[in-house]
């Protein structure tokens, strides 16, 4: 069975750290584009970083950039979302979703993404 769990959320203080994992099970998440979305209570799905299959480059969007970072462990079958310096705005819940249709990221476009975790939520609040 093909599935995508995401962990690691919670709350933290402004200025604090989480890592999220998302664990992949019934395929090899090394050969998808795997990309991190989030969706703040009453705003739309947006992409936020991304992790190519071809050659793991990567990609931010400009609210993250600096301050996330996404990196592959293909040995445990797992993508990360290292998230630093946190604020109150980063609060959503994180959804990864893993594509095989291209061999770069590209856009972030939810329907170019074949499978989809459930989401973890991330609140930053004092």
């Known amino acids: 069975q093909v599935q995508l769990v995401e962990s690691g959320g919670g709350l933290v203080q402004p200025g604090g750290s989480l890592r999220l994992s998302c664990a992949a099970s019934?395929?090899?998440?090394?050969?998808?584009?795997v990309a991190w979305f989030r969706q703040a209570p009453g705003k739309e799905r947006e992409g936020i970083s991304c992790?190519?299959?071809?050659?793991?480059?990567?990609d931010y969007a400009d609210s993250v950039k600096g301050r996330f970072s996404i990196s592959r462990d293909s040995a445990k079958n797992t993508v990360y979302l290292q998230m630093n310096n946190l604020k109150p705005e980063d609060t959503a819940v994180y959804f990864c979703a893993a594509s095989a249709g291209e061999n770069y990221c590209s856009g972030y476009i939810p329907h170019e993404y074949d499978y989809w975790g459930q989401g973890t939520q991330v609140a930053v609040s004092s």
């Open positions: 992790v190519s299959r071809s050659d793991s480059s990567t």
């Open positions: 019934g395929f090899t998440l090394d050969y998808y584009n």
